[in-house]
Every structure is written in structure tokens, then in C-alpha cells.
């Protein structure tokens, strides 16, 4: 039910000023990903206030998203996912056009809820095998 007040009340803009560092992509480009006006984030960063709405929703979607790259690094039995930085290799992977998408980029996709969906389900399927 966390969640839920979560998505009522939206996320801090300093949240998202973080994830961008976290996910090494220029605070602009997140911003404008998660469809947020640069000022509006940036205020809201600055003022320690919440981003609420679709931005604030989007936001969430994102860090849905790495929960589930993190739990595919978690699961991998390679030798490779130790010390593997899943947020960092989601930031690049969502700029890189994937076939799945028609060429489209997953950052294309994250300002929706249903984007945010079609993007969770390809990356289920980069776990089970069934996408490359």
C-alpha cells in the first residue's frame, strides 16, 4: 500500500535528479524521458517538493524497471552479475533501439504507464531467454 500513497503524492524531484546520476544520464535527458519539464524538475529538486502526476508516475515506472533489471542480475547464475551495476547498464540499455520495439528506444516509451508495461515485458523476456 506504500506504493500507493507513493503514486497519490509523487516523488521527490531530488529522487530523480539521484536516479539520473545513479543511471548515468544527464539530469535533462531524464527529465524530459520521464516527460518533466527541466524547470519544473528542477525547481521541485531544489525546493525539496514532489513530482506528482504523469512525471511522478513515470518515475515510478523507472524504478519499477530497475527493480527488474536488478532482479535478473540477482537471478543470473553467470560469473559476470558479480559487481554488475544493473541501474547503470539499464540507463544505457533504454537509449539503445531494440528490434522488439520496432527500433524504438525503451526511453521512447516511459512517459506512460503502458510504455512503462511494454518495456517490464521485454525486459522479462531478456531474463527467461526468449529475447536477446
Known amino acids: 500500500m506504500q506504493i500507493v500513497e507513493i503514486e497519490r503524492q509523487g516523488v521527490f524531484g531530488s529522487f530523480i535528479k539521484d536516479l539520473s546520476k545513479r543511471m548515468e544520464i544527464p539530469s535533462s535527458r531524464i527529465f524530459a524521458i520521464l516527460g518533466i519539464?527541466?524547470?519544473?524538475?528542477?525547481?521541485?529538486a531544489t525546493a525539496g517538493e514532489r513530482v506528482a502526476g504523469r512525471g511522478g508516475q513515470a518515475a515510478i515506472g523507472m524504478v519499477k524497471l530497475l527493480g527488474i533489471a536488478e532482479e535478473i542480475v540477482a537471478n543470473s547464475t553467470a560469473s559476470e552479475a558479480q559487481g554488475f551495476d544493473a541501474t547503470k547498464w539499464l540507463g544505457q540499455w533504454i537509449e539503445r533501439p531494440q528490434p522488439a520495439l520496432g527500433g524504438r528506444k525503451p526511453a521512447d516509451l516511459l512517459d506512460t504507464p503502458t510504455g512503462v508495461d511494454v518495456v517490464a515485458r521485454l525486459l522479462g523476456s531478456i531474463e527467461s531467454g526468449a529475447y536477446q
Not at 37 to 44: L, R
Request: aromatic content about 0%; glycine content about 0%; cysteine-free.
Open 37 to 44: 519539464p527541466k524547470a519544473t524538475a528542477e525547481k521541485k
